[in-house]
Protein backbone atom coordinates (compact mmCIF):
# COMPACT_ATOMS: atom_id res chain seq x y z
CA UNK A 1 0.00 0.00 0.00
CA UNK A 2 1.33 3.52 -0.79
CA UNK A 3 1.98 6.02 2.05
CA UNK A 4 0.14 9.18 0.95
CA UNK A 5 1.50 12.92 1.77
CA UNK A 6 -2.44 14.38 2.04
CA UNK A 7 -2.64 18.10 2.31
CA UNK A 8 -4.97 20.56 2.13
CA UNK A 9 -3.15 23.76 0.07
CA UNK A 10 -5.81 26.37 1.78
CA UNK A 11 -3.54 25.05 4.95
CA UNK A 12 -0.24 24.29 3.78
CA UNK A 13 1.75 21.75 1.68
CA UNK A 14 4.12 20.95 4.65
CA UNK A 15 6.65 20.20 1.93
CA UNK A 16 10.25 22.04 0.83
CA UNK A 17 8.25 23.24 -2.07
CA UNK A 18 4.86 23.37 -3.28
CA UNK A 19 5.27 20.52 -5.96
CA UNK A 20 2.15 21.76 -7.66
CA UNK A 21 3.87 23.07 -10.65
CA UNK A 22 6.28 19.47 -10.35
CA UNK A 23 2.84 17.49 -10.67
CA UNK A 24 1.43 19.32 -13.70
CA UNK A 25 4.64 19.25 -15.67
CA UNK A 26 6.06 19.53 -18.24
CA UNK A 27 4.12 22.24 -19.60
CA UNK A 28 4.06 23.76 -22.89
CA UNK A 29 5.10 27.41 -22.63
CA UNK A 30 3.03 30.42 -24.11
CA UNK A 31 5.59 32.65 -25.43
CA UNK A 32 3.28 35.41 -25.77
CA UNK A 33 3.92 38.88 -27.92
CA UNK A 34 1.67 41.21 -27.73
CA UNK A 35 1.76 45.39 -28.50
CA UNK A 36 0.91 48.25 -26.30
CA UNK A 37 -1.22 51.24 -27.23
CA UNK A 38 1.68 53.04 -27.95
CA UNK A 39 3.31 50.66 -30.40
CA UNK A 40 5.69 49.17 -27.78
CA UNK A 41 6.27 45.41 -28.14
CA UNK A 42 5.91 42.86 -25.69
CA UNK A 43 7.33 39.43 -25.07
CA UNK A 44 6.61 37.17 -22.18
CA UNK A 45 6.45 33.59 -21.55
CA UNK A 46 3.19 31.67 -19.52
CA UNK A 47 3.54 28.34 -17.89
CA UNK A 48 0.11 28.23 -17.47
CA UNK A 49 -0.90 27.67 -20.72
CA UNK A 50 -2.90 25.29 -23.25
CA UNK A 51 -4.91 24.79 -26.45
CA UNK A 52 -8.57 24.84 -25.73
CA UNK A 53 -9.75 23.84 -29.06
CA UNK A 54 -9.79 22.68 -32.75
CA UNK A 55 -12.18 24.68 -34.45
CA UNK A 56 -11.75 27.05 -34.26
CA UNK A 57 -8.57 26.89 -32.82
CA UNK A 58 -8.52 28.38 -29.33
CA UNK A 59 -5.61 28.77 -27.30
CA UNK A 60 -4.97 30.41 -23.74
CA UNK A 61 -2.75 31.19 -20.75
CA UNK A 62 -3.16 32.41 -17.03
CA UNK A 63 -1.52 36.09 -15.93
CA UNK A 64 -1.14 35.63 -12.15
CA UNK A 65 -1.83 39.36 -11.12
CA UNK A 66 -2.90 41.89 -14.29
CA UNK A 67 0.58 42.18 -16.41
CA UNK A 68 1.86 43.77 -19.00
CA UNK A 69 0.97 41.14 -21.62
CA UNK A 70 -3.16 41.44 -20.35
CA UNK A 71 -3.36 45.07 -19.98
CA UNK A 72 -2.04 45.18 -24.11
CA UNK A 73 -4.57 42.45 -24.68
CA UNK A 74 -7.70 43.75 -23.07
CA UNK A 75 -6.62 47.21 -24.67
CA UNK A 76 -5.51 45.61 -28.11
CA UNK A 77 -7.39 42.74 -28.68
CA UNK A 78 -4.48 40.95 -30.55
CA UNK A 79 -1.44 38.75 -29.14
CA UNK A 80 0.79 36.31 -30.67
CA UNK A 81 2.27 33.15 -29.55
CA UNK A 82 5.66 31.71 -30.20
CA UNK A 83 7.11 28.65 -29.82
CA UNK A 84 10.02 28.49 -27.23
CA UNK A 85 12.86 25.86 -28.39
CA UNK A 86 15.99 24.86 -26.74
CA UNK A 87 18.03 27.09 -29.13
CA UNK A 88 16.17 30.01 -27.53
CA UNK A 89 15.85 28.81 -24.26
CA UNK A 90 18.00 31.71 -22.97
CA UNK A 91 15.88 33.99 -24.94
CA UNK A 92 12.33 32.73 -23.35
CA UNK A 93 14.11 33.04 -19.93
CA UNK A 94 15.26 36.92 -20.62
CA UNK A 95 11.99 37.68 -21.71
CA UNK A 96 10.34 36.94 -18.16
CA UNK A 97 12.38 39.94 -16.91
CA UNK A 98 9.96 42.23 -14.66
CA UNK A 99 10.68 45.42 -16.05
CA UNK A 100 8.20 48.86 -17.14
CA UNK A 101 6.07 48.42 -19.96
CA UNK A 102 8.08 51.18 -22.04
CA UNK A 103 10.73 48.62 -22.14
CA UNK A 104 10.20 46.31 -25.27
CA UNK A 105 10.85 42.67 -24.53
CA UNK A 106 12.30 41.70 -28.09
CA UNK A 107 15.47 43.93 -27.40
CA UNK A 108 16.15 42.43 -24.07
CA UNK A 109 15.84 38.82 -25.03
CA UNK A 110 17.92 39.50 -28.22
CA UNK A 111 14.79 38.42 -30.22
CA UNK A 112 13.61 40.04 -33.36
CA UNK A 113 10.12 40.90 -33.77
CA UNK A 114 8.90 40.53 -36.87
CA UNK A 115 5.45 41.30 -38.86
CA UNK A 116 2.29 39.67 -38.46
CA UNK A 117 0.01 39.00 -41.25
CA UNK A 118 -3.36 39.83 -39.62
CA UNK A 119 -2.74 41.40 -36.13
CA UNK A 120 -0.51 44.24 -34.83
CA UNK A 121 2.24 42.15 -32.48
CA UNK A 122 5.11 41.28 -34.21
CA UNK A 123 6.14 37.37 -33.73
CA UNK A 124 9.25 35.93 -32.98
CA UNK A 125 11.55 36.04 -36.13
CA UNK A 126 13.81 33.00 -34.63
CA UNK A 127 10.92 31.11 -33.46
CA UNK A 128 9.77 27.89 -35.86
CA UNK A 129 5.84 28.04 -34.79
CA UNK A 130 3.90 31.10 -34.25
CA UNK A 131 0.04 31.61 -33.76
CA UNK A 132 -1.44 34.82 -34.61
CA UNK A 133 -4.45 35.19 -32.16
CA UNK A 134 -7.53 37.42 -31.87
CA UNK A 135 -8.85 37.87 -28.27
CA UNK A 136 -11.70 36.01 -27.78
CA UNK A 137 -12.27 36.12 -23.68
CA UNK A 138 -10.58 37.17 -20.66
CA UNK A 139 -11.89 35.27 -17.39
CA UNK A 140 -10.99 35.88 -14.23
CA UNK A 141 -10.85 33.20 -11.91
CA UNK A 142 -13.01 32.27 -8.76
CA UNK A 143 -12.53 29.85 -5.89
CA UNK A 144 -14.54 27.69 -4.63
CA UNK A 145 -16.33 30.38 -2.42
CA UNK A 146 -16.94 32.60 -5.72
CA UNK A 147 -14.24 34.65 -4.27
CA UNK A 148 -12.68 36.53 -7.14
CA UNK A 149 -9.07 35.85 -7.47
CA UNK A 150 -6.05 38.12 -8.71
CA UNK A 151 -5.46 35.72 -11.71
CA UNK A 152 -6.61 36.41 -15.62
CA UNK A 153 -7.53 33.49 -18.16
CA UNK A 154 -7.18 35.08 -21.73
CA UNK A 155 -8.29 33.52 -24.60
CA UNK A 156 -8.15 34.06 -28.40
CA UNK A 157 -8.57 32.10 -31.42
CA UNK A 158 -5.65 31.54 -34.12
CA UNK A 159 -5.99 33.33 -37.34
CA UNK A 160 -2.57 32.68 -38.75
CA UNK A 161 -0.63 30.18 -38.20
CA UNK A 162 3.33 29.89 -39.30
CA UNK A 163 4.77 27.03 -39.13
CA UNK A 164 9.16 26.44 -40.39
CA UNK A 165 8.58 24.54 -43.53
CA UNK A 166 11.25 22.68 -42.28
CA UNK A 167 9.51 20.89 -39.77
CA UNK A 168 7.21 19.67 -42.19
CA UNK A 169 8.68 16.82 -44.29
CA UNK A 170 5.78 14.96 -45.39
CA UNK A 171 3.07 17.43 -44.76
CA UNK A 172 3.33 15.73 -40.67
CA UNK A 173 4.42 18.25 -37.96
CA UNK A 174 7.64 16.61 -36.61
CA UNK A 175 7.45 17.91 -32.79
CA UNK A 176 10.86 16.39 -31.96
CA UNK A 177 12.10 18.46 -34.22
CA UNK A 178 11.00 21.63 -33.44
CA UNK A 179 12.60 20.89 -30.04
CA UNK A 180 10.25 22.62 -27.85
CA UNK A 181 10.83 23.32 -24.38
CA UNK A 182 8.71 22.71 -21.42
CA UNK A 183 8.50 23.88 -17.92
CA UNK A 184 8.99 21.90 -15.10
CA UNK A 185 8.39 22.72 -11.03
CA UNK A 186 10.97 24.29 -8.81
CA UNK A 187 12.63 27.56 -9.52
CA UNK A 188 14.05 26.25 -12.89
CA UNK A 189 13.13 22.66 -14.15
CA UNK A 190 12.94 22.80 -17.62
CA UNK A 191 12.35 19.39 -20.15
CA UNK A 192 13.15 18.91 -23.61
CA UNK A 193 11.85 15.75 -25.70
CA UNK A 194 13.60 13.26 -27.64
CA UNK A 195 12.46 10.42 -29.97
CA UNK A 196 12.92 7.74 -28.21
CA UNK A 197 10.25 9.20 -25.59
CA UNK A 198 7.53 8.41 -27.95
CA UNK A 199 5.20 5.96 -27.50
CA UNK A 200 1.91 5.50 -29.72
CA UNK A 201 -1.71 4.13 -28.49
CA UNK A 202 -4.85 4.83 -30.56
CA UNK A 203 -8.35 5.68 -29.02
CA UNK A 204 -10.59 2.74 -28.37
CA UNK A 205 -12.87 2.34 -31.53
CA UNK A 206 -10.65 4.49 -33.59
C1 LIG B 1 8.93 29.60 -18.01
C2 LIG B 1 8.12 30.67 -17.33
C3 LIG B 1 6.76 30.49 -17.17
C4 LIG B 1 5.98 31.48 -16.57
N1 LIG B 1 4.64 31.26 -16.44
C5 LIG B 1 3.85 32.23 -15.93
C6 LIG B 1 2.44 32.03 -15.86
O1 LIG B 1 1.89 31.00 -16.28
N2 LIG B 1 1.68 33.05 -15.34
C7 LIG B 1 2.25 34.21 -14.90
O2 LIG B 1 1.52 35.09 -14.44
N3 LIG B 1 3.59 34.42 -14.95
C8 LIG B 1 4.40 33.46 -15.48
N4 LIG B 1 5.75 33.68 -15.56
C9 LIG B 1 6.29 34.97 -15.15
C10 LIG B 1 6.09 36.04 -16.23
O3 LIG B 1 6.76 35.66 -17.43
C11 LIG B 1 6.67 37.39 -15.75
O4 LIG B 1 5.88 37.86 -14.66
C12 LIG B 1 6.71 38.44 -16.83
O5 LIG B 1 7.46 39.54 -16.36
C13 LIG B 1 5.35 38.95 -17.26
O6 LIG B 1 5.57 39.85 -18.32
P1 LIG B 1 4.55 40.98 -18.74
O7 LIG B 1 4.28 41.84 -17.53
O8 LIG B 1 5.31 41.71 -19.83
O9 LIG B 1 3.30 40.33 -19.27
C14 LIG B 1 6.58 32.69 -16.13
C15 LIG B 1 7.95 32.87 -16.27
C16 LIG B 1 8.73 31.86 -16.87
C17 LIG B 1 10.21 32.05 -17.03
Do not use: H
Given at each position: MADFHIYEPRIGHGLRHDPLN????????????????EGVPNL???SFFNAFNYRPPIIGFA??????????????????????????????????APVPPDVDEFMLAGVTPAPSRRIAPPRVLESP?????????????????????????????VVVVHIDKALLGDGVYDTVAAQPILR???PADYFAIEEGQRFRMVRPGA
Open positions: AIIGPRPIGWISSQSPAPYSIGWKDSVRNIEAMGEFAWNLATRPLAEAMNASCVSFECRLTQIVRLKDAQGGDVDTWLVLGEGGG
